[in-house]
């Protein structure tokens, strides 16, 4: 779904651009919240570890996004995110690791307009978060507490999110499409083709949270407040012991394990598993081919770059070529994704001790 640019015309890519920083600088004040998550009962030995565990996630979807799947006839789709990302660590930084991966796609790999990008970041980074994190939190209110629940709310999420995004995208297309087409059929090839992406979003996103969920639940956002299920033995036979008042606090373990599963992870699926990846065009780009919305499409202003279409220049072999270029995405995604939310969280807590030792902060 990254719009290259000459899809939406100058004025509302620019007013695109203008949300989507303002989308990020509130993303920013919450994401503070959100990683300094030290005083939160339950955190565990691993609560100061939050920022590398959110440059993991934006490293995580990169690498996934590389992995094209078939929906339809001629036609591919790859996970989007924002569920994903918001359930594991929270809506506002949800928002940043989404855009940080959107920038590095657009700059390094010349996937997605750079005048574009306002309009990717507000389709895919801010309407996927806003719209799967809302549905998630009141389907977890209405749902029995408990990780089963979780996964299939984060499903449930994802699945909406992804023609949510579509139909944001089309709303910005009828307002600034650089082409004469009917709004209408665009409005319904775009939701159709991404309905039957968002089932591969949701069975990926469910999968992944429903697997760091298994192991470690005091890392997943979403799932805070779960009460763990205690067995009592009567009479020889396990019974579920009575509810307590309060949750109970996880086991204070580090989140590196975690971490570098999820590191490996990302480095396979983008340096070997993306190879196989279809090459059929993603739904935006079909519905744009089949309906004329690319006849004004502009090449890329970085197509020269030496990692551009996710292969390095000059290495002749596809295989190795597109290995390559997927392990040094994972790598740089990982390193700047944990720099700006290392930043983040270090603001808030510079933040905070100002405050502190301020006149007005002063207890008495």
């Known amino acids: 779904m990254h719009a290259p640019d000459g899809f939406i015309d100058v004025p509302v890519s620019a007013a695109a651009g203008v949300l989507a920083a303002g989308a990020i600088a509130v993303s920013l004040r919450g994401a503070r919240r959100e990683l300094d998550d030290t005083a939160r009962p339950g955190a565990g030995a691993g609560a ?16 996934v996004q590389m992995l094209n799947f078939p929906v339809a006839a001629g036609t591919s789709g790859h996970l ?3 569920a994903l990302a918001a359930i594991l660590v929270g809506p506002y930084t949800g928002v940043l690791c989404v855009s940080v991966v959107l920038l590095l796609q657009s700059v390094l790999f010349a996937d997605g307009g750079l005048t574009a990008l306002g309009v990717n970041i507000t389709t895919m980074a801010l309407t996927t978060t806003v719209v799967a994190y809302a549905l998630f939190r ?19 999420a994802a699945l909406v999110s992804v023609p949510a995004s579509a139909v944001v995208f089309t709303l910005l297309y009828a307002v600034g ?13 775009m939701v159709g083709v991404h309905v039957l992406i968002g089932l591969g979003e949701a069975a990926i996103t469910a999968l992944t949270v429903g697997a760091v969920i298994a192991v470690r639940p005091d890392l997943v956002h979403g799932a805070r407040g779960l009460r763990q299920k205690l067995k009592l033995r009567v009479n020889g036979e396990l019974v579920d012991a009575p509810e307590t008042a309060e949750p109970v606090p996880a086991p204070a373990r580090s989140p ?16 070997f598993v ?52 997927g392990v040094i995405g994972v790598g740089v995604t990982v390193v700047a994704g944990t720099g700006v939310f290392w930043a983040v969280r270090r603001r808030r807590t510079a933040d905070e001790q100002a405050e502190a030792t301020s006149p007005a902060g002063t207890s008495v």
């Open 48 to 63: 100061e570890r939050t920022a590398p565990l959110a440059g993991l996630v934006a490293a995580f979807i990169f690498a």
């Open 177 to 189: 499409g650089t082409t004469d087409v009917s709004i209408g059929k665009v409005a319904t090839a």
């Open 80 to 82: 989007l995110g924002g």
């Open 138 to 156: 009141g389907l977890v209110k209405v749902l029995p507490r408990s990780r089963r629940s979780v996964t299939a709310a984060s499903f449930v």
């Open 256 to 271: 590196r394990r975690v971490w570098i599963a999820g590191l490996v992870t990302s480095l396979v699926l983008a340096g």
């Open 274 to 325: 993306s190879f196989y990846a279809s090459a059929n065009p993603d739904g935006l780009e079909k519905v744009a081919a089949d309906h004329g919305i690319d006849k004004q499409a502009e090449e890329h202003a970085v197509a020269d770059s030496p990692l551009a279409d996710y292969g390095v220049k000059d290495v002749a072999d596809a295989r190795l070529s597109g290995g390559l270029a």
